[in-house]
């Protein structure tokens, strides 16, 4: 396999890799929304209920973040692709 041809390839693999991430931060989201619905119906307005929205908003604050930093990688990927494209 050329180098061009190792290029892609692991450009390629970056890619899907990235892809994967950005879809686990999105079910993670969806998921993070419905457990939140699914208490804030079932629990009254009581100290466990304040603590878990809490926790529920420091994790979809994670995802936020590991979301912008899957963004990040994206567009630092697109000129690597050019340039193999152009190989």
């Known amino acids: 396999m050329t180098d061009t041809g190792k290029e892609k390839c692991a450009h390629t693999s ?3 890799e990235v892809d994967q991430l950005s ?3 999105n079910h993670l989201k969806n998921l993070v ?9 079932r629990m ?3 100290q466990e209920y ?4 809490t926790l529920f908003d420091t994790v979809r604050n994670h995802i936020e973040d590991v979301q912008g930093s899957s963004e990040k990688i994206s567009e630092l990927l ?3 692709a ?6």
């Open 14 to 16: 970056l890619r899907n």
């Open 23 to 25: 879809l686990s931060a």
């Open 33 to 41: 929304y419905s457990m939140s619905v699914v208490l804030s119906e």
């Open 44 to 46: 009254e307005h009581t």
């Open 50 to 53: 304040e603590a878990l929205l």
């Open 78 to 80: 697109e000129p690597c």
């Open 82 to 87: 050019l340039e193999i494209s152009k190989d």
